[in-house]
């Protein structure tokens, strides 16, 4: 039997294709599962989106970095996670187009998100300025600057536990999402009457599905990188990108068709937190030096990309009463329009 290297270009495309179907199908049944079970436990909606599906959503990206690192693409690594970071929070727009009612960031009650979101913007904002001044290396191959990120992770879920016992605003005259949530995963989505252990089970087995699909993903891309004029960085920040993004989608709307406006809008900012934890494993699994070394143009036009939109959100959050424009909020459209540009500047650029 042929191996992937052995496929024509169409035959690695369907490859592609069948990996993106693949994870699109198990992402979405394992936020189905994942929200059951966090009805069933009592969780917080912001915990549920931050951690657990932002985690579980984040497989394909962790399989797809590790895997191109080890075989030698950084241009692919790097152009999937900074090119997803601004794809997954442009996520936030299809889902404030096409499942909300009012504005997206006119629903969160409490200020938790903006400074996520804020923080977010502080550790790209270092990310960026590694990749103009150099990553240091502390051997073996291993960056300090995606050290440093990675210990981000951790330190804003701290903050951000500490800042939610202190919160000293909320505000006021805002819809009810407890209320329309309940309306709509009633209409929407019966309980699962599965057990627990169940459940549990079909999460284990979404994900080992989006892990195999998540690898076939790297690998056909990388090839089809090879193989076509796009270039390993193009095909990362849009092809590989956008098939890694599809259970963040899929959550996201799911989460939005229900309701649960706070835990689809944690998802996305706590999936483009992980992404940057993730360059830790990325270097470690690459063999030629700090990753971060070499980000090319396109690579930092697409972190500054990913700092504007989740900015613009931050704006919107803060905002409340954000203006509704063709049914969804004018930051998301301006997000939309950031993620557009930002593709089109990095196909000129090549």
């Not at 929070?89 to 200020?111: E, H, N």
């Not at 995963?185 to 195999?212: G, K, M, T």
Request: aromatic share 8%; proline share 4%.
């Amino acid at each position: 039997m042929p191996g992937p290297d052995a496929l024509p270009v169409y035959g690695l495309a369907a490859v592609f294709a069948a990996a993106a179907l693949v994870v699109w199908f198990a992402g979405t049944r394992l936020a189905m599962a994942g929200d059951e079970l966090s009805e069933r436990y009592g969780l917080a909606k912001e915990f549920v989106g931050l951690l657990f599906l932002a985690t579980v959503t984040e497989l394909p990206e962790i399989v797809t970095t590790v895997t191109a690192a080890q075989v030698g693409n950084a241009q692919l690594v790097l152009g999937n996670m900074f090119g997803g970071i601004t794809m997954q929070t442009a996520i936030l727009a299809v889902a404030d187009i096409f499942a909300v009612r009012y504005a997206l960031t006119s629903w969160p009650r409490k200020p938790n998100h903006a400074l996520l979101a804020v923080l977010l913007i502080a550790l790209l904002s270092v990310l960026l300025c590694v990749t103009f001044l150099g990553d240091l290396d502390l051997g073996p191959g291993i960056g300090l600057g995606a050290i440093l990120l990675a210990a981000g992770f951790p330190l804003v879920i701290y903050l951000l536990r500490a800042f939610d016992r202190k919160t000293t605003w909320a505000p006021v005259d805002l819809p009810d999402e407890q209320e329309r949530r309940k309306t709509l995963r009633a209409h929407l989505r019966a309980p699962d009457a599965a057990s627990n252990r169940v459940l549990l089970l079909r999460s284990a087995v979404y994900s080992l599905l989006i892990v195999a699909a998540g690898a076939a993903l790297a690998i056909s891309a990388d090839l089809l990188a090879e193989r076509t004029q796009l270039g390993a960085s193009f095909v990362g920040v849009t092809l590989l990108a956008a098939a890694t993004s599809l259970p963040e989608l899929s959550t996201t709307l799911a989460a939005a068709r229900i309701g649960a406006y706070t835990m689809a809008i944690s998802n996305i900012f706590g999936s483009n937190l992980i992404m940057l934890a993730l360059l830790l494993p990325a270097d470690i699994a690459f063999r030629g030096g700090p990753i971060l070394d070499h980000a090319t143009t396109g690579a930092q036009l697409s972190i500054a990309a990913g700092i504007l939109v989740t900015a613009i959100y931050v704006a919107g959050l803060l905002i409340r009463r954000t203006p509704r424009v063709l049914g969804a909020g004018l930051d998301s459209w301006l997000v939309l329009a950031v993620y557009f540009s930002s593709i089109a500047a990095l196909y000129r650029i090549g």
